[in-house]
């Protein structure tokens, strides 16, 4: 069967496009003052990759995620899902969303929990069952399917809320720190979950404090500080250090190896893979949101000369 031209469309589409976004809250009592949560943000993911946002508590990655969802709107700016708006419903009919703190109902088994939703998508019969029993199979929770959330730990009930997501089988995957408050065992089975997601060609949108695991994970990244974007783009090219290069080498001797420079091309030993040397997220992170810092200050201790 051919494609509609709508879905071509759609395909050649960014998963998600975020143009020149601002928030604004307005504060009580004070209609001329304004909190701003983000400013002048633009974000490309494209589908199929794992696209971390990082930065700091109330660096405003979980308004962004919102914004990006239709759940509240920007003070100005727009963005897409898609090649969709997103202030329009059936720009989300292609997303699953966990948010950090999800709610659900500990009267209700996993399996429960899983029908519920996947009616609210308006999954019925055969085709939920079969979805319920693969998603539960996809999060390790076979096991548990008949246990009430009251019982789930922490990390059962992430891996719970990530089956939920999944339940009308989404394009894009929305997640707010997924990993909050999950002991390292948990952390880990995420972790795996989410690089399966993208194995199976699912675009991934996190936000993430936990700058070790993101380093795992994400393709790209972006980093935002006081609401602005920082930094951005793919973490090998951002986490190189210049003018550093690594080479690894298979079967080299001692010798071989203090001498490496003069006698590579002419020796026996394999060379497996050259790179740039890499610093690390949590460095560049610092580095980043540091220099944003000054930034700021500088900005502020200008603006005081002047009145």
Do not use: W
């Amino acid at each position: 069967m051919t494609d509609s031209p709508r879905r071509g469309r759609a395909e050649a589409d960014p998963a998600v496009a975020v143009h020149s976004l601002t928030k604004i809250f307005p504060v009580p009592l004070h209609p001329a003052r304004g909190i701003v949560a983000v400013k002048d943000l633009n974000l490309r993911i494209e589908p199929g990759e794992v696209f971390g946002l990082l930065g700091p508590n109330g660096s405003g990655k979980s308004t962004t995620l919102k914004m990006i969802l239709g759940l509240v709107s920007p003070t100005r700016g727009r963005t897409e899902i898609f090649g969709r708006d997103s202030r329009l419903v059936e720009s989300r009919e292609a997303v699953g969303f966990l948010p950090e703190n999800p709610y659900f109902y500990k009267y209700l088994s996993g399996e429960e929990t899983l029908r519920f939703f996947g009616r609210l998508c308006g999954l019925r019969g055969a085709h939920l069952k079969e979805r319920i029993n693969e998603l539960l199979e996809l999060v390790g929770l076979t096991r548990a399917r008949k246990r009430r959330l009251g019982t789930y730990s922490k990390g059962m009930l992430q891996r719970i809320g990530l089956a939920q997501a999944l339940i009308h089988d989404p394009r894009l995957v929305v997640l707010d720190e997924p990993t909050a408050g999950v002991d390292p065992a948990g952390s880990r089975e995420i972790r795996d979950l989410i690089l399966d997601l993208k194995r199976r060609g699912i675009t991934v949108l996190l936000s993430s404090h936990l700058l070790a695991q993101a380093q795992e994970i994400c393709d790209r990244v972006g980093i935002l500080a006081d609401g602005v974007l920082v930094r951005e783009g793919h973490l090998r090219e951002l986490i190189a250090i210049e003018n550093q290069t690594e080479l690894v080498i298979a079967d080299a001797s001692t010798q071989l190896v203090n001498e490496i420079e003069s006698v590579i091309n002419r020796s026996n030993a394999k060379l497996i893979e050259r790179r740039k040397s890499t610093t690390t997220l949590e460095r560049l992170f610092l580095e980043a949101t540091a220099k944003n810092d000054e930034a700021r200050m500088s900005s502020d201790e200008g603006m005081t000369k002047q009145t």
